[in-house]
């Protein structure tokens, strides 16, 4: 069983920027995607960036596009996302999930990803 966990959330005023990332407990093929979830309660949880290794691809929603970047460290089997201008309604729980080995598309819809990490929070506010 794949486990994944974020870490590097926090509190961080409008316009600021934060880095986190989603390590993987051991080294596995169901690692090849992943994406980026963010949840607030009461809405939709939304998925926002993704990244593939099997051909090197990333999406991002409208939301972040630009302003956030997802990356990853092979060796070091994490993935890190960087978080530039902040903005308030950035403020919510943010999940990093994988799919089984077999799906290889980077996608942002929720319905592939059979792994989760249990979220850090991020909070934007002065």
């Known amino acids: 069983q794949l486990q994944l966990v974020e870490s590097g959330g926090g509190l961080v005023q409008p316009g600021g920027s934060l880095s986190s990332s989603c390590a993987a407990s051991?080294?596995?093929?169901?690692?090849?995607?992943v994406g980026w979830f963010r949840q607030v309660p009461g809405k939709e949880r939304e998925g926002f960036a993704c990244i593939s290794s099997s051909d090197g691809s990333t999406n991002y929603a409208d939301s972040v596009r630009g302003r956030f970047t997802i990356s990853r460290d092979s060796t070091k089997n994490t993935v890190t996302l960087q978080m530039n201008s902040l903005k308030p309604e950035d403020t919510a729980v943010y999940l990093c999930?994988?799919?089984?080995?077999?799906?290889?598309?980077?996608?942002?819809?929720?319905?592939?990803?059979?792994?989760w990490g249990r979220g850090t929070q991020v909070t934007v506010s002065s």
């Open positions: 999930a994988a799919p089984q080995r077999l799906f290889r598309l980077c996608v942002l819809s929720s319905a592939p990803y059979n792994y």
């Open positions: 051991r080294f596995t093929p169901d690692f090849v995607v």
